[in-house]
């Protein structure tokens, strides 16, 4: 059956260390995005894609970035982490800007010491 | 920028009765989607309903319906015959067109047996 993945599932790390959160997905979507979930924020968009190549900051972007050499994945990456990027990640795609759903990943819980 | 406001932070309710979950959004659109997630424990979020803004009828999946009031910009999630697996945060959630979903805080709902 065709997914979405993340891994890890689980990460500690330091501040001011790179981190990549990997992010795959089976179904050929060509929309992937990424959210963070805080307390009392609910899901809020970091960086999305419609494509490869193409790349596009969200709302709460500083401090992250995605690159987009295929369909499948769409890693995000912390260039240095900062305890303020404590959260639940969640990565979602979805067929075509249009489609009615986003298909969500299981979360990476990230912990920034 | 759109907004989504769900006013209700916790609900609970007695098994097989019904609750009624409420969301407000703020757009100068016409044309838009609206959805409710579900965000069991697991942390999986599983689109529980939707709605596209020009169908007046209100969408219904089950047990699960929405009463959509376009000019009073509400859109509330009715639950009928909970059970204990509706156990969960539940987010509403605003699209227009191609572009993000913008999520409410959640509402943190809980079944009693």
């Known amino acids: 059956d065709a997914e979405i993945t993340q891994s890890p599932r689980h990460k500690i790390t330091e501040t001011g260390r790179q981190v990549t959160l990997a992010c795959h997905q089976t179904?050929?979507?060509?929309?992937m995005f990424w959210y963070r979930q805080d307390l009392g924020h609910g899901l809020r968009l970091i960086h999305y894609?419609?494509?490869?190549?193409?790349?596009n900051k969200g709302e709460v972007s500083d401090g992250y970035s995605v690159s987009r050499s295929n369909t499948e994945d769409l890693p995000l990456t912390l260039e240095s982490a900062a305890s303020s990027q404590t959260s639940v990640y969640f990565c979602?795609?979805?067929?075509?800007?249009?489609?009615?759903?986003?298909?969500f990943g299981p979360g990476t819980r990230l912990l920034v010491l | 920028a759109q907004t989504v406001t769900q006013s209700q932070p916790e609900m609970s309710v007695q098994e097989a009765e019904t609750v009624t979950l409420s969301c407000t959004y703020d757009?100068?659109?016409?044309?838009?989607?609206l959805f409710w997630y579900k965000q069991p424990p697991s942390r999986q979020m599983i689109l529980v309903i939707r709605?596209?803004?020009?169908?007046?009828q209100n969408a219904t999946e089950n047990r699960f319906s929405v009463n959509f009031q376009k000019a009073a910009k509400s859109f509330s999630l009715k639950i009928s015959d909970s059970q204990l697996g509706d156990a969960a945060m539940y987010f509403c959630?605003?699209?227009?067109?191609?572009?993000?979903?913008?999520f409410g805080q959640g509402t943190r709902l809980t079944i009693n047996p």
């Open positions: 179904w050929n979507h060509n929309n």
């Open positions: 709605q596209e803004a020009y169908k007046q």
């Open positions: 757009t100068s659109e016409s044309d838009y989607y």
């Open positions: 979602a795609s979805s067929e075509d800007p249009y489609s009615w759903t986003q298909y």
């Open positions: 894609s419609y494509g490869v190549h193409d790349t």
């Open positions: 959630a605003y699209r227009e067109g191609a572009q993000k979903l913008v």
